[in-house]
């Protein structure tokens, strides 16, 4: 298996921004999605966040719900994968906990909920999603996957820009972010080897994460969670 997919710690992300005390307890989770991951956050992304807290908080809050969406709607159309079904149950209570946290946190911080539009990002990964099983569930959970590890990884550099009353928080839901990734890309591995999805796996893996490259390092008119380079 090759080193994506068995995502080795073999090196750190953000290793050019200054130590901050939040990073020592997360640097495991941090090793293993930069492991993965083929494009680190560009820095403008990060120097622009202090001064978008409140929609990067918003959609935060609706990233978190829709993870738990998504994985209640693989509950329903996959009921034949046993494993499958138990780590969703699981996810999803834990996403939706992180949604209460944000909350919390958007009330702290008078920051008032509104509807925001999407960011491009989750779109532009789905596009890829296969139409034909099984690899449009071996494609979900790598999406699934790809979108953890991207999260896992913003959380660790928003430690480091944004004040301690916010930064607390990501420091505090990365390693779980981690953890979801790990899940997601174990059970793509399963599923594809137990319902022949794709010859070439960590290809399709490769494909997914040069997409997220693509997403996350071009200009963007948007400022969210997952949204590329800001301009201006
Ligand atoms: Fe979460
Ligand atoms: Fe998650």
Redo the contacts with the bound molecule.
């Keep these: 298996m090759s080193s994506k997919l068995s995502a080795k710690v073999t090196s750190s992300v953000h290793d050019d921004t200054a130590p901050s005390k939040f990073a020592g307890r997360n640097a495991d989770a941090l090793n293993t999605v930069s492991a993965f991951l083929t494009a680190q956050t560009p820095q403008a992304w990060f120097d622009k966040a202090p001064e978008h807290l409140a929609e990067l908080l918003m959609d935060h809050a609706n990233?978190?719900k829709k993870?738990a969406s998504t994985a209640l709607s693989m509950m329903y159309r996959y009921v034949e994968h046993p494993e499958l079904l138990k780590k969703m149950s699981s996810l999803a209570r834990?996403?939706l906990r992180?949604f209460e946290q944000v909350l919390d946190l958007m009330a702290a911080q008078g920051v008032a909920y509104e509807q925001i539009t999407s960011a491009r990002y989750a779109q532009g990964l789905h596009a890829l999603v296969s139409k034909v099983e099984p690899k449009r569930l071996v494609d979900l959970l790598l999406c699934g996957a790809v979108v953890e590890a991207r999260?896992c990884e913003r959380f660790a550099g928003l430690t480091q820009v944004l004040p301690d009353s916010v930064a607390w928080l990501y420091a505090s839901?990365l390693n779980?972010?981690a953890r979801?990734f790990q899940d997601y890309l174990q059970l793509a591995q399963t599923v594809n080897q137990q319902f022949g999805g794709y010859a070439d796996l960590q290809q399709r893996v490769d494909e997914f994460l040069a997409l997220d490259a693509e997403l996350v390092t071009s200009p963007d008119d948007q400022f969210r969670f997952h949204s590329g380079v800001p301009r201006g």
Excluded: V, Y
């Design positions: 990233c978190e993870a834990e996403e992180h999260s839901l779980s972010e979801h």
